[in-house]
C-alpha cells in the first residue's frame, strides 16, 4: 500500500480552484450580462394608468407592454421591440376560430405603453439594485421616441402610455391569461440577415 503526502500550500490551492469552479456558474446566473430592450407583453380585455387618482391612459382589447430600457439599447433594440410587439400572433381569427393568428392590428385593437424600470432589477441580497437600466435622463427622450415608433408603425389613435417617472397604479384584465417576454438580443432579432418568420 502506499502513501502520497502533499503540501498543506497545494492543498490550500486546490481547495481555492475548486471554489472559483464551483462559484463561477453562481455569480454568472446572479449577475447576467443582459444587454437588451426588454418588454413584457399581456393580451388584455382591458387595461388602465392612473396617477394621481386619475386615469390618464385606458384601452379595451389588446395589448398592455412593460418597458424596460437598459442602459446600452439602441435604436435597433427599440426598431425590434415595436416590430415584435405589433406583429406578435396573440389573438383568434374569429373568421376561423384559429387561434393564434392575427396580430393586435390585423383585430383593430390597442395597444398601452407603460415605462418600467424595474425589469431591469437584480437582487442583492433581499435589496433590488437598477444599475443596468437606463438613467431617468437618457430613459425619457429615448422612451418618448419608442412611444413615436408605435404610432407610425400602427395608428396614433391606437397607442395609449402612461406617465414617465410618476407613480402609476396600473389596472388591466388579462386575457387568458396570455403574458410574453421579449429581450431585443434574441437570435430572431436578424442579426444574420436571414428573414423573420410572420
Not at 100 to 129: A, C, E, H, I
Amino acid at each position: 500500500m502506499h502513501s502520497v503526502s502533499i503540501s498543506p500550500y497545494f492543498c490550500s490551492i486546490l481547495r481555492t480552484k475548486n471554489k472559483q469552479k464551483f462559484l463561477s456558474p453562481l455569480k454568472k446566473h446572479r449577475n447576467p450580462e443582459i444587454r437588451a430592450m426588454r418588454a413584457v407583453v399581456q393580451r388584455v380585455a382591458s387595461a388602465s394608468v392612473e396617477v394621481d387618482g386619475r386615469i390618464v391612459s385606458e384601452i379595451g382589447p389588446g395589448l398592455l407592454v412593460l418597458v424596460g430600457l437598459h442602459d446600452s439599447d439602441t435604436e435597433s433594440d427599440a426598431d425590434y421591440i415595436c416590430r415584435k410587439v405589433l406583429n406578435m400572433r396573440l389573438f383568434t381569427n374569429e373568421s376561423t376560430g384559429k387561434g393564434w393568428d392575427q396580430n393586435v392590428m390585423q383585430r383593430d385593437y390597442g395597444v398601452l405603453l407603460v415605462s418600467q424600470f424595474t425589469l431591469y432589477g437584480f437582487l442583492k441580497g433581499n435589496k433590488p439594485d437598477f444599475h443596468v437600466a437606463m438613467p431617468p435622463q437618457k430613459a425619457k427622450p429615448f422612451y418618448e421616441s419608442l412611444v413615436e415608433k408605435f404610432r407610425k408603425a400602427y395608428k396614433p389613435d391606437a397607442i395609449k402610455d402612461g406617465v414617465f417617472g410618476a407613480m402609476m397604479k396600473v389596472s388591466l384584465v388579462n386575457d387568458g391569461p396570455v403574458t410574453m417576454q421579449l429581450d431585443s438580443s434574441q437570435p430572431s432579432k436578424n442579426a444574420s440577415g436571414v428573414a423573420e418568420e410572420s
